[in-house]
């Protein structure tokens, strides 16, 4: 899974600043999911131009973003504004539009790292599964899903999407093509690079599109990609499905958790 060229994901979707006091970014094709960009991608270029925003480069502890709208492959164009709490803490707003249309607004929290007198803890340890270099690769469909290509995806433990199974669990090691650097932005697109988790109960593809994504970081990555992501379904019904993602580095350290709530259009 070792790929030799690294770039960032500012330079993969040309990141820039505008003369109007924004950020715009292009979303090619490829990296289309079911239905238009990827929805792991419109959260990680929300993230960069937080970053960018941001007085200060603090780390990112949280993301919550809500879709507006329904993207299309292009120029999508961005503003953040940004707001201090306290001495430790910057929320930044912003928002993604596309030919003057809101696409998707998103709540980005950045925190000074501090030490206090509370014992730490580093949540819940990853799973026993086989080293990726063991795990025989799994590719999401192309004509289907494009975005699929940008992904190395080694199942590691539980069943497979569309496979008529019991269990509504996917959990596999997953690192980006090209390779970038793993940060915030980056488990922001791993956290929703797996189907919807009800998907090894199907036998057929079904659009359960994403409505929201919360993104809580644990720990700042301090290892390369490729990291550890399980998603479990915590709910589905009337039309609505919510799944739970828990990202892992090789060290089995807990780095992100996330919450989706998805619409069943199927």
């Given amino acids: 899974m070792k790929q030799l060229t690294t770039r960032t994901l500012a330079e993969e979707f040309a990141l820039s600043g505008t003369a109007a006091d924004g950020w715009q970014a292009r979303v090619g094709r490829s990296w289309r999911g079911w239905t238009g960009p990827h929805g792991g991608v419109i959260a990680a270029l929300l993230i960069e131009v937080a970053r960018a925003a941001a007085a200060e480069p603090l780390p990112v502890r949280a993301l919550d973003l809500r879709f507006l709208g329904r993207p299309t492959e292009g120029v999508l164009a961005f503003r953040a504004t940004e707001h201090a709490v306290g001495r430790s803490t910057v929320a930044l707003e912003v928002r993604a539009e596309q030919d003057g249309t809101p696409i998707a607004a998103a709540a980005i929290t950045l925190g000074r790292t501090v030490e206090t007198g509370i ?148």
């Fill in 119 to 266: 014992e730490g803890y580093t949540g819940t340890p990853a799973p026993a599964v086989p080293d990726p270099e063991s795990c025989a690769p799994f590719a999401l469909p192309p004509e289907i899903v494009p975005v699929g290509a940008h992904f190395d995806i080694r199942p590691a433990a539980g069943p497979l999407p569309l496979s008529d199974a019991d269990e509504r669990m996917m959990c596999a090691w997953i690192a980006l093509v090209p390779n970038v650097p793993a940060d915030a932005a980056a488990l922001a697109i791993l956290a929703d690079a797996l189907p919807p988790a009800v998907f090894p109960t199907l036998r057929a593809p079904v659009a359960i599109p994403t409505v929201t994504l919360s993104m809580h970081l644990h720990a700042e990555p301090t290892g390369s990609l490729p990291v550890l992501v399980r998603t479990v379904n915590a709910s589905t019904g009337g039309g609505w499905s919510v799944d739970d993602t828990s990202i892992w580095d090789r060290g089995g350290v807990l780095l992100a958790s996330a919450r989706q709530t998805r619409r069943v259009l199927g």
